[in-house]
């Protein structure tokens, strides 16, 4: 079973920064392509960022030029660093991991709670 352990939320105010950190067990960490996701009551849970297993990135629209995703594949590890932060941004974030080689399985770590305010 693939675990997922996010890390690096916490409390900031608005206009500062925080990275967060996922670190995955999968083997196959290299070619799995792994997105951030965040979910606030009330809304649907919203992709944030993602990248793919050959470093291809996307992201929302409501992020774009403030956060940036990347990877440490020889850490097992994806970053999002979030910059210029916003009480909007405030939310539990997710990461998950889409290996390949297993088709419609999705694996999504705990969460790591995000809060901006002033």
């Known amino acids: 079973q693939v675990q997922l352990a996010e890390s690096g939320g916490g409390l900031a105010q608005p206009g500062q920064s925080l990275r967060l950190s996922c670190a995955a067990s999968?083997?196959?960490?290299?070619?799995?392509?792994m997105g951030w996701y965040r979910r606030t009551p009330g809304k649907e849970r919203e992709m944030v960022a993602s990248?793919?297993?050959?470093?291809?990135?996307n992201y929302a629209d409501s992020v774009k030029g403030r956060f940036t995703v990347s990877r440490e594949n020889a850490k097992n590890t994806i970053y999002l660093q979030m910059n210029n932060l916003r009480p909007e941004d405030t939310a539990v974030y997710f990461c998950?991991?889409?290996?390949?080689?297993?088709?419609?399985?999705?694996?999504w770590g705990q969460g790591t709670q995000v809060a901006v305010s002033s």
């Open positions: 998950n991991l889409n290996n390949p080689f297993r088709p419609g399985v999705t694996y």
């Open positions: 990248i793919t297993g050959g470093g291809r990135t």
């Open positions: 999968e083997t196959a960490f290299a070619i799995s392509d």
